[in-house]
T-cell receptor
Framework: NAGVMQNPRHLVRRRGQEARLRCSPM?????VYWYRQLPEEGLKFMVY????????ESGMPKERFSAEFPKEGPSILRIQQVVRGDSAAYFC??????????????FGNGTRLTVT | AQTVTQSQPEMSVQEAETVTLSCTYD???????LFWYKQPPSRQMILVIR??????QNATENRFSVNFQKAAKSFSLKISDSQLGDAAMYFC???????????FGQGTELSVKP
């Protein structure tokens, strides 16, 4: 059973471009979470999705950021008109059910976004 | 709001010795989970150990154990017989009782000296 797959591993974008980060959860996992890690900091929650639904987006910036988890295919974190402050490592995690019911989150290896 | 604090930005231990990493948290909830994650230079987030707040017994996983003091809101990680491969950034994390929202501390960078 493959782990959580994120791609690309590294992504370089110029200011004003769009960044698309992909996450394929583990097989059988319908809960997906995105976290952001700024340099020298811990991970910060961004958004929690289930298939075709956004459950909690309280950590998402109000503008330029969006996330989806379609019925088919990977979850996508989209950042429009990137700025230098968006440079960070973005992690995806998945679980088969609410982690509070006993299923720990499984993390991917992250995508490092660099905005030049 | 729940917060997690790791007051030791860096720690160092001699190979084969024991080291303890500190973590405190603040919450008004009575039921929650606490975790320690390890992040080596590869950037992968690896679950080290998990503690359920309603369990009084401290969790252990091989060389890793925790000292969970619920009243003091303290959750320290003890690594026994430290190995070179233990060198990494360690994050303490609190899990909300709804959904998968983890609150992470700032991290402690552990180095292991041969």
């Amino acid at each position: 059973n493959a782990g959580v797959m994120q791609n690309p591993r590294h992504l370089v974008r110029r200011r004003g471009q769009e960044a698309r980060l992909r996450c394929s959860p583990m097989k059988g996992h319908s809960h997906v979470y995105w976290y952001r890690q700024l340099p020298e900091e811990g991970l910060k929650f961004m958004v929690y999705l289930q298939k075709e639904n956004i459950i909690d987006e309280s950590g998402m910036p109000k503008e330029r950021f969006s996330a989806e988890f379609p019925k088919e295919g990977p979850s996508i974190l989209r950042i429009q008109q990137v700025v230098r402050g968006d440079s960070a490592a973005y992690f995806c995690a998945s679980s088969p059910r609410d982690p509070f019911l006993g299923s720990p989150l499984h993390f991917g290896n992250g995508t490092r976004l660099t905005v030049t | 709001a729940q917060t997690v604090t790791q007051s030791q930005p860096e720690m160092s231990v001699q190979e084969a010795e024991t080291v303890t990493l500190s973590c405190t948290y603040d919450t008004s909830e009575s039921d929650y989970y606490l975790f320690w994650y390890k992040q080596p230079p590869s950037r992968q987030m690896i679950l080290v150990i998990r503690q359920e707040a309603y369990k009084q017994q401290n969790a252990t996983e091989n060389r890793f154990s925790v000292n969970f003091q619920k009243a003091a809101k303290s959750f320290s990680l003890k690594i026994s017989d430290s190995q070179l491969g233990d060198a990494a950034m360690y994050f303490c994390a609190y899990l909300y009782n709804q959904g998968g929202k983890l609150i992470f501390g700032q991290g402690t960078e552990l180095s292991v000296k041969p």
